[in-house]
């Protein structure tokens, strides 16, 4: 499938979507000092640098899919986060302009948390509408990196749309319990002392490490009023944009507490403190190695590695999309079920006395989406341990509900907003392999999947 690439900057969702096996024949990027990097890490794409703005739809070829993650900044909650008062703010609209357009089979949007949070949820909302009057029907995500093997935690939320015409059901990649990626395993490897590098031009030669650049530039009062370095058993916290903000290196100590908004380096250990090198952050972000980055600034390198979205973490949704479209075509009936954990059998008698079962609905990593489920849910299926029990919903619709009402049938939620769902009755199975395979990994967090009909 031949996908084009919006915002592209050095095209981290690309590379994911390659490895997947899709076909990444174009890409818009605008800012100059990014271009030598695309054209020698995807040389076989064309590259367009036109301000997209101004920018034809006619000018861009026909394609199946269009993927890309306009600026982050206005949303942002770090910064002055003005969303759509910001012009950088106002790029989405030409994301939605070219995918209305093009009419792809399918489309992925990605941005910080930022933009689902309280500020900027109207302007999310309005986001999602315009995808919908597009022709889509639409899904989106909270997603922290580190849930798919990714060295670092890193929220970002992630819009799927699939043309409405095309008969299948998207889900987002499930998490599967694995033991997070460590610093050590990221970049303990990385014994060579880094060049450090200010203002000054950056000479890149062929190196054996290439990249392996820092920022010596000074740490503000912002950035010392909280510890900045994890241990090297730790993953990362998230590899920043900006140079300056860069997670420091773990051979140094954690930063001595002072006050709630101040911390000093450990004294005697001074020179331990060193911002990660260009290439440990791309290391932390799962580039390869052979991922060159082209800059004379070693603040271009950071900018450029910052911004990227995590190759792995693309490839994985590069996959479920493929996955998705893959069933275009069957005659395959399949229906939805939802897996969920039960924390302890009073629980489980709830949900056989009350015949309702609930998941968290907010926005954040593990609450599922259930309110843009298209396709109604027929089964539940409950797990505890190595049991299972599976019942079959009444209608199979998410209905919201509020955790008082959850605690009246003798629940114990902790959250503030839920979806519900009505039990029918109880099913009798003697084998749950036909509906839960090895391949489907039972977590903590809920989960939809899709089987045959005839299997249950």
């Known amino acids: 499938m031949e996908v084009i690439s919006l915002f592209a900057g050095c095209g981290g969702l690309d590379l994911g979507f390659r490895r997947a096996g899709f076909n990444v024949v174009w890409a818009n990027e605008f800012d100059k000092t990014i271009h030598d990097t695309y054209r020698r890490n995807h040389p076989q794409t064309i590259l367009n640098t036109s301000d997209i703005r101004t920018l034809h739809e006619d000018s861009i070829p ?103 015409d095309i008969n299948c059901e998207y889900f987002f990649p499930v998490i599967k319990p694995r033991k997070a990626i460590s610093l050590y395993k990221a970049i303990g490897d990385l014994k060579t002392p880094p060049r450090a590098y200010c203002t000054e031009k950056v000479i890149q030669k062929d190196e054996v490490i290439p990249n392996h650049d820092y920022y010596t530039g000074p740490f503000d009062a912002k950035f010392m ?140 990593v593990g609450a599922l989406q259930y309110g843009q489920i298209e396709k109604p849910i027929k089964l539940l299926l409950l797990h505890h341990g190595n049991m299972k029990w599976l019942f079959e919903l009444t209608t199979g619709a998410a209905l919201p509900c509020n955790k008082e009402y959850l605690k009246k049938l003798g629940f114990n939620p902790h959250g503030k907003s839920y979806w519900s769902f009505i039990v029918d009755r109880e099913l009798e199975v003697t084998n749950y392999s036909s509906i839960v395979n090895a391949n489907i990994k039972l977590t903590t967090s809920p989960q939809i999947i899709q089987i045959q009909s005839d299997n249950v």
């Open 62 to 164: 026909d394609c199946d899919g269009i993927i890309g993650g306009p600026p982050c900044q206005s949303w942002s909650l770090g910064g002055k986060s003005l969303g759509l008062d910001d012009e950088r703010g106002q790029l989405v609209y030409d994301y939605i302009r070219i995918v209305k357009a093009k009419q792809p089979k399918f489309f992925i949007m990605e941005n910080v948390a930022g933009m689902v949070s309280p500020r900027h949820i109207k302007s999310f909302q309005g986001f999602l509408e315009l995808f919908r009057n597009a022709g889509y029907r639409v899904k989106f995500e909270l997603i922290n990196a580190a849930d798919f093997r990714i060295p670092q935690d890193r929220l970002r939320v992630f819009i799927v749309g699939i043309r409405k």
């Open 225 to 364: 009023a909280r510890n900045r370095i994890k241990s090297w058993e730790e993953k990362s916290y998230t590899i920043q944009a900006q140079a300056k903000n860069e997670p420091l290196h773990p051979q140094a100590p954690k930063m001595k507490y002072i006050n709630e908004n101040q911390r000093s380096f450990v004294p005697g250990n001074e020179k331990l403190y060193r911002r990660l090198s260009v290439r440990e952050c791309a290391r932390i972000q799962t580039f390869p190695d052979r991922f060159y980055f082209v800059y004379s600034d070693v603040r271009d390198g950071y900018k450029m590695v910052g911004n990227a979205v995590p190759p792995r973490l693309a490839e994985a949704l590069a996959v479920s999309i493929r996955d998705c479209l893959s069933l275009l075509g069957t005659s395959t009936t399949f229906q939805n079920v939802l897996i969920g954990y039960i924390k302890n059998l009073k629980d489980l008698e709830i949900v056989k006395r009350s015949k309702v079962y609930y998941v968290r609905s907010d926005n954040r």
